[in-house]
């Protein structure tokens, strides 16, 4: 490694040192020989310690967070998971996530977003009540994780007993029969994650619903024998 170093005892006898070789100010050549040893430090310092020489220009060229980039790349794994119409955008680099909807969609103020595909009729469920629905669910890339529909029968669900995803009841609870709606559920509001379950890592849920009914529930005793029955 060369160092520069200056020497300015007499400005007469100035002198310029790079290593063991000295340059005389009043040398013709100075001019010369000063710039062709320092573009060979640079060359050399740049060479020997890349990160740290040009840290300054990597970050200011570099742009950790290319939306369009991403959005283009969600857009194409999407399609190939033949994701439904108007589904959401995820803009995911490392921990950070924007989600990117069309106007229609409603966000609320715990995170939750949902998109109103048909409003039903009659009443919203309360807690204690049964619902009964279909639903779709989907991760970020659109590709379809659940299905009621598949499965041949809807899902039944006692309102209010935490049996639901925090996010999934949020979004139901003030829907009516004959209404669908896709929600998008937030990791907060979310499922939990571990081996042990079937969802592996923090990301955003989507559920298409519909909402066929919405029973009230009697607790029946019959003798040592009680039960809730809905209807």
Same mark, same amino acid.
């Given at each position: 490694m060369r160092i520069f170093c200056s020497s300015n005892h007499n400005l007469k006898d100035e002198t310029i040192c790079i290593g063991k070789e000295r340059i005389r100010k009043e040398d013709p050549n100075y001019e010369e020989n000063l710039k062709r040893r320092g573009l060979l430090f640079f060359f050399i310092s740049s060479v020997l310690f890349p990160s740290s020489f040009f840290a300054s220009a990597k970050t200011k060229n570099k742009n950790p967070y290319d939306e369009k980039r991403l959005l283009e790349q969600n857009r194409r794994v999407q399609e190939a998971n033949n994701a439904p119409e108007d589904f959401p955008k995820f803009v995911r680099e490392g921990f950070q996530v924007k989600v990117v909807t069309s106007d229609n969609?409603?966000?609320?103020?715990?995170?939750?977003?949902?998109?109103? /595909?048909?409003? =039903?009729? #009659? @009443?919203? $469920?309360?807690? =204690? *009540? *049964?619902? +009964?629905?279909?639903? &779709? #669910?989907?991760?970020?890339?659109?590709?379809?994780? @659940?299905? +009621?529909?598949? *499965? =041949?029968? $809807?899902? !039944? /669900?006692? &309102? =209010? +007993?935490?049996?639901? &995803? $925090? #996010?999934?009841?949020?979004?139901?609870?003030?829907? !009516? $029969?004959? #209404?669908? !709606?896709? &929600?998008?559920?937030p990791p907060e509001l979310g499922p939990p994650v571990g081996p042990s379950t079937f969802f592996s890592a923090k990301q955003f849920e989507v559920f298409d619903v519909e909402l066929l009914s919405v029973q009230n529930c009697e607790r029946r005793t019959i003798a040592f024998y009680s039960d809730l029955v809905c209807n």
């Open positions: 969609y409603v966000k609320c103020d715990s995170g939750l977003i949902y998109l109103d /595909i048909e409003v =039903g009729k #009659g @009443d919203c $469920p309360k807690a =204690g *009540q *049964q619902v +009964t629905f279909h639903y &779709v #669910g989907y991760n970020e890339s659109g590709r379809r994780i @659940d299905s +009621t529909y598949l *499965q =041949g029968s $809807p899902a !039944r /669900i006692r &309102v =209010g +007993t935490n049996a639901l &995803v $925090p #996010g999934f009841e949020e979004g139901i609870k003030d829907m !009516r $029969p004959g #209404g669908k !709606r896709r &929600v998008i559920i």
